[in-house]
């Protein structure tokens, strides 16, 4: 895993794969940007301001399925998102 997002980079990011790594992944900037955001009591627009960490996996398909990387980024993005979840499985 590799955080270009602490040197300040990071708003478009891709993580490239060297012998014999399998997967890498790449943590990019947290930024803070407006995002529609729909009420659901009157079904109007807001804007709503986001928190929007770039994320992007590398895989090789020699070796993994791309819906197992996708399905391991809906993961940490849960993690991510909720991080009390991550203590309940902590042993």
């Known amino acids: 895993l590799s955080n270009i997002g602490a040197l ?3 708003l478009s990011l891709q993580p490239v794969l060297v012998g014999p790594q399998l997967a890498m992944g790449a943590v990019g900037r947290l930024q803070r940007l ?3 955001d729909q009420e659901a009591t009157n079904d109007t627009l807001t804007i709503k301001e986001a928190h929007i960490l770039p994320v992007t996996w590398a895989g090789d398909h020699r070796y993994l399925d791309g819906a197992t990387l996708a399905r391991f980024h809906v993961k940490v993005q849960n ?3 909720e991080p009390w979840q991550m203590m309940i499985h902590m042993k």
């Open 8 to 10: 300040g980079a990071g």
């Open 34 to 36: 407006p995002r529609f």
């Open 79 to 81: 993690l991510v998102q």
